[in-house]
């Protein structure tokens, strides 16, 4: 049954995303070529890379707000390190970018389970601290374009078969995500986290080491897209991505992943991240204010959240009234 409503609200997630496309493009037709497609696809990418740590942090019903200031500062120490080292290769840079981001995450997961300390708390702390530490790394100043490694800035625009390069990545992470939700043990195990905490504990599952590891692999993502971004606008600062992270968690509940914990699924935020590249793909065509683009977010998260509680509490309705049927059943047959 909740397979079901899954599968309804994800089928209409994607016929809203289809019919919006489609009344863009009447009005606009240059919306539905080709390369406006892949514009969004490109744009879309970075938030793909985020969305999928973020959603292994909500499973376990918790929050990552730190993932923004995470990517600014794992992108300024790439930056700072491609510019004192102008000899570093792309794989050199890559690891020092998720290291870096993984070591921010597993901050974040250490804090929370050392101390007992609440997701959001830790990580709107870690979310100022990390953006301190960019302007202490950087001294206040920026690094432009003339000044970041040529590596950086080649590979979000390099072209791999016909499709950008970040498209390709994003869809391995992706890949990635699905595989290690569905096929993994520790994958399954973050799910009954986030279902019931002290069942899992109960059963043996180590919650504390599988909270440490979601946190670590949000931050390994976010350190991946710090370099991603770096290199597609082709600029560090203190402020670089800020307030993302709201976007991150909207294109998460969205696709349905609960704030609650325990329910959502990779497609579900896939189509999330969809909605939102196609809906900021669309206000300048249509000529609206980009002022708007956070004004209609937020507008489409509290409809979610409602839409999503409504089919969870009717889920759980039926359920409990499945076991009452078996149970006046179990009842009416004679000993």
């Not at 740590?53 to 500062?73: E, F, H, I, K, W």
């Not at 560090?236 to 307030?243: C, I, K, R, S």
């Not at 990779?266 to 669309?282: D, K, M, Q, S």
């Not at 409504?310 to 049927?325: H, K, P, S, T």
Request: aromatic share 8%; glycine share 12%; hydrophobic share 55%.
């Amino acid at each position: 049954m909740n397979r079901l409503l899954t599968l309804k609200r994800e089928g209409a997630l994607l016929l809203i995303i289809v019919l919006i496309a489609l009344a863009v493009g009447s009005r606009a037709p240059v919306f539905l070529t080709w390369r406006n497609g892949m514009d969004i696809a490109n744009d879309s990418a970075i938030l793909a890379i985020l969305v999928m740590g973020q959603m292994l942090v909500l499973l376990t019903r918790g929050v990552d707000l730190s993932v923004a200031s995470n990517l600014a500062l794992t992108g300024m120490v790439c930056a700072l390190a491609g510019r004192t080292w102008p000899g570093l290769s792309i794989g050199t840079l890559l690891l020092l970018a998720v290291t870096v981001g993984t070591l921010l995450g597993a901050l974040n997961g250490w804090l929370i389970t050392r101390f007992d300390l609440p997701p959001i708390v830790v990580t709107l702390g870690t979310l100022s601290a990390y953006r301190g530490a960019i302007f202490v790394a950087s001294k206040g100043a920026w690094v432009s374009d003339q000044d970041i490694h040529l590596a950086i800035k080649g590979l979000p625009r390099e072209q791999w078969l016909g499709l950008p390069a970040l498209v390709w990545i994003a869809f391995a992470v992706v890949l990635a995500a699905a595989f290690f939700l569905r096929w993994r043990r520790e994958g399954r195990e973050v799910y009954a986290v986030g279902g019931d905490p002290h069942a899992a504990a109960y059963v043996g599952i180590p919650v504390k080491r599988r909270l440490l590891m979601v946190y670590s692999l949000s931050g390994m993502l976010a350190g991946l897209a710090g370099l991603l971004w770096v290199g597609r606008y082709a600029i560090a600062f203190t402020e670089l991505a800020a307030g993302y992270e709201l976007t991150v968690i909207a294109a998460c509940v969205i696709g349905g992943v609960s704030i609650g914990g325990g329910v959502g699924n990779v497609l579900g935020a896939a189509l999330g991240v969809l909605f939102i590249g196609v809906i900021n793909g669309a206000l300048p065509v249509i000529k609206v204010s980009p002022f708007w683009q956070q004004a209609i977010a937020g507008f489409v998260i509290l409809v979610s959240v409602t839409l999503n509680a409504g089919a969870q509490r009717r889920a759980g309705r039926q359920i409990l009234e499945r076991g009452v049927e078996r149970e006046a059943l179990g009842k009416a047959v004679p000993a």
